[in-house]
């Protein structure tokens, strides 16, 4: 299973975390499928891909430890395809969400790292 995490930090009030993971998701082609409080999951539009690589994102909005305009996000990007090349598609999708994600000033990095 190919798996990718990062970090980042929502310069925004726990409110507007939704909101704005909304806006960055739908921008790189995910559509959420459940949402929580605290926890979103969102998958990739079937039919573009073979089934082994859609791929799913699973997010968690760390309100109890956010700050009056600073929500910690963990993003866990995953798929059921062996990473056996270092470019595989679930490698691009979460570049693609991580480019997004910094290109918004909305979000500060933390850490990216692959699992």
Known sequence: MARYTSSF?????VEQVPTLLSEV????????????TDYLMAKETPGKV????IVSIEILI??????KNEVPVTFVVKNDE???NP????????QEL??????SQQWRAITA???
């Open 98 to 103: 991580q480019t997004a994600l910094k290109q």
């Open 9 to 13: 930090v929502a310069n925004a009030t």
């Open 25 to 36: 998701l739908e921008s790189c082609d995910f559509g959420i499928v459940y949402q929580a």
């Open 87 to 94: 470019n595989n598609h679930c490698q691009q999708r979460f």
């Open 50 to 53: 073979p089934f082994s690589k």
């Open 82 to 84: 062996l990473p056996l």
């Open 113 to 115: 790292i692959p699992s």
């Open 62 to 67: 760390e309100s109890t430890v956010a700050k």
